[in-house]
Each structure stands twice: as C-alpha cells, then as structure tokens.
T-cell receptor, first 115, second 116 residues
C-alpha cells in the first residue's frame, strides 16, 4: 500500500506571496491532518479534514486554509507569506472513523522557505 | 488543554547502551491515545507505537519497549542495545478519542544520538 505523499518536497517563496501544498493520503483513509514544524514552536496542529469538511482547527491565523477533495486528497494554502511561515509542513492521514485502533501516518513533508 | 512534556532535549549514548526516553502527559479526558514517532534526518515521522488509555499493558517489540503508567501520566520508551541507526528525534504525542483523534498534541521531541 502506498504511503502518504506530499508535493512539492521543497519550496522557496518570498514574503507576500501565497503557496499551495498538496497531500495524498493512504488509500482508504478519509482524514487528513496538517501540522507545522518549526525549531522554535515544535510540531503544531493546523487543521484536519474529513470527508471534505474541516473537522478540527488549530490556533493559526486565517492566512492558513485548506480543503479536501472527494478523493480525500487535501491542499493547504498559505496567503501573504511571512518569514515566520518557513517550516516543515507535515500531512498525516488516518481512517478518521473514531476507532480506537486508528493511527495517523505521516508523509515526508514539504519544506517551505520564505525569503 | 492537553500537554505533552519530553524533558530530555538531547541524549547521547554509545552503541549497545540501553536508553530510556521520558514522556509525561496531561489531559482531562478519560479516553485518549498515546503515540511515539521517530523522525530521522529525512524529516518523515515514522509511527512506532500507539497505546490506548484503557490499556496499560506494556509492550515490547524487538529492541523497543514501552512503559505506560496512568498513575504517573507517563509513557516512557526504552531502546535496548542501541544502534547507530536509532539516532533520530523521537516524539511522544497525545490525542483525544472520537472525532478529535485527528488532532494530536506533540512533545518537543528528544534528539537521540547513538555513537559507534
């Protein structure tokens, strides 16, 4: 079974631009969660999508948004980029069915650098 | 609010030594899930283990073992006879049950260096 894939793997943008990151979950998984990892703040939860609906949201400004398509693929968008948005963005997929055996599996991440 | 504390920022051991990574968590939920992930330099978080709050049984998988103690809110991870390939950042994570399970709270991670 293929794992979680994220594209692109690396991205360089300048302040003020916007960026879109993509995540394809494991086949059969309907939940996609996004996390931001920085040296200063560690791993922080951004949001989770399940069946094309945002189900959970972290404490990030409205510049961070996402969506999920009917095939469970998800995109994350960051508008008006700031230097502090430089981070590794990780996507995790799971069944999302609230089962006690459910587990999040992570992709390789997209490393975003904002200049 | 949930919180995960990994007090050990960095640990350095020599190959074949045993090493224990500590994890202490806080939650008001009665049902919750605990995880350990390994993050090698490549960046991808590799799932190691999941433990449900209602299952305090310890687990051993090869050189890895986990000690879950609800009374002390701890979920410690031990690597026996460490190897250079074990060098990585290890994260402990906590999530709620139900529809909030997709929102995990992570500790700050422990960087383990195993020297030959």
């Amino acid at each position: 079974k293929a794992g979680v894939t994220q594209t692109p793997r690396y991205l360089i943008k300048t302040r003020g631009q916007q960026v879109t990151l993509s995540c394809s979950p494991i086949s059969g998984h309907r939940s996609v969660s996004w996390y931001q990892q920085t040296p200063g703040q560690g791993l922080q939860f951004l949001f989770e999508y399940f069946s094309e609906t945002q189900r959970n949201k972290g404490n990030f400004p409205g510049r961070f948004s996402g969506r999920q398509f009917s095939n469970s693929r998800s995109e994350m968008n960051v508008s008006t980029l700031e230097l502090g948005d430089s981070a590794l963005y990780l996507c995790a997929s799971s069944l999302g069915l609230a089962l006690s055996t459910d587990t999040q599996y992570f992709g390789p991440g997209t490393r975003l650098t904002v200049l | 609010a949930q919180k995960v504390t990994q007090a050990q920022t960095e640990i350095s051991v020599v190959e074949k030594e045993d090493v224990t990574l500590d994890c202490v968590y806080e939650t008001r939920d009665t049902t919750y899930y605990l995880f350990w992930y390994k993050q090698p330099p490549s960046g991808e978080l590799v799932f190691l283990i999941r433990r449900n709050s209602f299952d305090e049984q310890n687990e051993i998988s090869g050189r890895y073992s986990w000690n879950f103690q609800k009374s002390t809110s701890s979920f410690n991870f031990t690597i026996t006879a460490s190897q250079v390939v074990d060098s990585a950042v290890y994260f402990c994570a906590l999530s709620e049950a139900g529809t909030n399970a997709g929102k995990s709270t992570f500790g700050d991670g422990t960087t383990l260096t195993v020297k030959p």
